[in-house]
Structures are given as structure tokens and as C-alpha cells.
């Protein structure tokens, strides 16, 4: 073990001498024990190129006395030998896992905040585990068929359930109207987008475009308890707000421009948005505050929370 540790100690000083010596248009690869490697010119960071241990991954977040700043696309793609990958806390970078048809689990260590990870055709891939404590998911997991329930924790505060719609977790809960996870968070929502749309009292995140039909005009009712709202306002839409302040919102996710009608009380967090961003804001009338009111309230019934 000692002498495998000085071995690797002695290729990193000779690929630092090589960086040193190298013409900066060079980019130079080294491999270190079952990774190779490309050293920052800043000599304190590398970019992890090329992969070739056995089947269990452990994300490196250190080489040597380096700083793993970034791992290319093509390092894991197409593996057909990996069948797990751990990722450690301190690795801040996303992940691509594509192709990778006998991985089986990835798992996220304690102490991770944000999952960063795009998964993609990982046709085996039956387990995520994402520890408490995780805030916030980040990245995609699609065309992973096998991919069972995921158990996220109470902490998570923000996750696009887009991003899981071409894996078997979409299956798993079309069936569920809201299906709602974490501290809040509406992953699914399985309801008629050419319709009225009413997001229930308590959900705190929602983060999906629901897109209609151009000829289509709907109401949109917006719960009061939300905090984090990423979608898109189209043409034809009314979307209605209670007094609440919003910590995260974005009414133009799909870029497409606010086409639609913000409605909410005079003096609300949301007029004064509106004027900031030249979005078109009529005030809400009593009716239609008792409304919003009763439909945003009702639905929560309508919640299926993961157990």
C-alpha cells in the first residue's frame, strides 16, 4: 500500500514538472491510479478525462493535492463495466452518466446540499439514494426504465419533476394529481393543462412550464404558502396570487415571453413585481379573492404526499 501510495505521489510531481514545462496551447492527460487527468494550469485543480477501475465508483474529490474541478462527459459514457457510483459531498461539479446500461445505483453521500447528476439511457439503474439534508435536486434522470421510487427527503426544497418524466417515476405516480415530496415540493401535477389549473394550499415549490394550446384561455390559481415558482405565463392565461412573498419566482421559464394577465391584491408583493418587469397586473376584486381562496384550499385534499 505504501509503495502504491509513493507511485502515485512520484506521476503526479512528473505531471506537475510536464505542466510546467508544456507549452500552454498543450493539453496534457496523465493517468493516476484508475483516472486520468488533465492538471489546471493554476496547479491546484484538475479536470477528470478518462476512467478505468472496476464496476464500483467512488467519486474522487481530491487527486493527490489537487481539487477535483470537473469531470468531462465522455469519462463515463457508454460504460458498460460500472454497476454503482458513489458521489461524495465535497464533489461540487455535475455528473454525466449516459449510456452507462449495467449502473445500478447511485447513491449521494451525507452532508450533500444539491444533487448534481444527468442521468441518461441507464436502462438498469434501479436506485438513487439521496440522503436528508439535500435541498435542492439539480440535473435529469431520463430514459432509466427501471428506475424505482425514489425516497427524497423531508428536507428537499426545490426539484423539477420534469426532469424524472422519462423514467418509471413518472409511472409510478400518473395516477396522483399533486404528488407533492420533501418540505413542499409539487413534483407531479397530472391535471388537464387546457383547463383551469389550481396549485393547493401548501405546496411551497412548483416548477413546471404547463404549457396549453394556443387557442386556450384558463385561470391559474397560485396558493399563497408558495415560495419558489417556475413556469410560464402564455397568452390566454389569468394567473391568480394571494399577499404572499415570493423568495424565487420566474413567470417566463420557457422564454416565451408574459403574455398572460397577473391578478392580485392591491399593494401585494406581486403588483410591485409586475411594475418591475412591465408584466400586465389588474388588481384582484373581493370575488375573486374568495375564490382563489376556496379553490387553492379545496385542492389540497386532493394532495398525495410520499410516505
Not at 493527490?64 to 454497476?83: A, H, Q, W
Not at 438513487?128 to 421510487?149: H, K
Request: proline share 3%.
Amino acid at each position: 500500500m505504501i509503495k502504491k501510495i509513493r507511485l502515485v505521489l512520484l506521476l503526479l510531481i512528473i505531471c506537475i514538472v510536464l505542466v510546467l514545462l508544456a507549452p500552454k496551447f498543450i493539453l496534457l492527460k496523465y493517468w493516476v491510479g484508475d483516472y486520468q487527468i488533465q492538471i489546471d494550469k493554476n496547479l491546484k485543480t484538475v479536470t477528470i478525462c478518462g476512467y478505468r477501475g472496476d464496476e464500483e465508483v467512488v467519486i474522487p474529490a481530491t487527486i493527490g493535492p489537487f481539487k477535483v474541478r470537473y469531470i468531462t462527459d465522455e469519462t463515463f459514457e457508454d460504460n458498460l463495466s460500472i454497476t454503482s457510483v458513489f458521489i461524495p459531498a465535497d464533489y461540487g461539479s455535475f455528473l454525466e452518466l449516459s449510456g452507462c446500461i449495467n449502473l445500478k445505483k447511485i447513491e449521494f453521500e451525507e452532508g450533500t446540499r444539491v444533487t448534481k447528476a444527468c442521468v441518461n439511457g441507464c436502462t438498469s439503474l434501479e436506485e438513487v439514494i439521496i440522503p436528508e439534508g439535500v435541498e435542492e435536486i439539480r440535473g435529469w434522470y431520463d430514459y432509466c426504465p427501471m428506475l424505482r421510487d425514489i425516497k427524497f427527503p423531508s428536507t428537499i426544497k426545490k426539484a423539477d419533476g420534469y426532469d424524472f418524466y422519462d423514467s418509471n417515476l413518472y409511472d409510478l405516480h400518473k395516477n396522483d394529481k399533486y404528488y407533492v415530496v420533501g418540505d413542499g415540493v409539487l413534483l407531479f401535477f397530472n391535471g388537464d393543462y387546457n383547463q383551469d389549473v389550481v396549485i393547493p394550499q401548501g405546496v411551497k415549490c412548483f416548477d413546471e412550464f404547463i404549457l396549453k394550446d394556443d387557442t386556450v384561455s384558463r385561470n391559474v390559481y397560485i396558493p399563497d404558502t408558495i415560495s419558489i415558482l417556475r413556469t410560464q405565463v402564455s397568452e390566454g392565461d389569468t394567473f391568480y396570487f394571494g399577499n404572499e412573498e415570493i423568495d424565487s419566482i420566474d413567470l417566463n421559464g420557457m422564454s416565451y415571453g408574459v403574455n398572460g394577465t397577473i391578478v392580485a391584491p392591491v399593494g401585494s408583493y406581486m403588483e410591485q413585481y409586475c411594475k418591475e418587469n412591465g408584466y400586465n397586473f389588474r388588481a384582484m376584486t373581493e370575488e375573486e379573492e374568495k375564490e382563489w381562496r376556496e379553490k387553492t384550499e379545496a385542492a389540497a385534499s386532493e394532495i398525495t404526499y410520499q410516505e
